[in-house]
């Protein structure tokens, strides 16, 4: 399994970004995909969930701002992130965690270290 993501880039506060994140040789009715970000000097937090279901799930942090899609033809998992504030700079990756029949939900409150497979992640600089 690979995860790659991209569409990473400086923006200034109030901007949008769309990061991708394509899988290989992972479908995403296998299990979980998650959205994470990680700032210098914080732990990794999760922002997004995607179940095996198709179902979503959104971090209080981002609701309302930041929304995840898929691709299922393309195996690609989008995260569009708009209202971009300066906390929201951080590194952001996807990961992935085999796990039939979870939802959102589920998938949202899994920590970082119940995740598998990790992309190398992309930067999201946002200034004030």
């Known amino acids: 399994v690979q995860l790659m993501e991209s569409g990473g880039g400086a923006v200034q506060s109030g901007g949008s970004l769309r990061l991708s994140c394509v899988a290989s040789?992972?479908?995403?009715?296998?299990?979980?995909m998650g959205w994470f970000r990680q700032a210098p000097g914080k732990e990794r937090e999760g922002g997004a969930g995607l179940g095996s279901d198709g179902t979503i799930s959104l971090a209080n942090s981002v609701k309302g701002r930041f929304t995840i899609s898929v691709d299922n033809a393309n195996n690609t998992l989008f995260l569009q992130g708009d209202s971009l504030k300066p906390e929201d700079t951080a590194m952001y990756y996807c990961?992935?965690?085999?796990?039939?029949?979870?939802?959102?939900?589920?998938?949202?409150?899994?920590?970082?270290?119940?995740?598998?497979?990790w992309g190398q992640g992309t930067q999201v600089t946002v200034s004030s």
């Open positions: 040789r992972y479908t995403f009715t296998r299990g979980c």
């Open positions: 990961a992935a965690a085999p796990a039939y029949y979870k939802d959102g939900a589920f998938c949202l409150r899994l920590r970082p270290n119940e995740y598998n497979y």
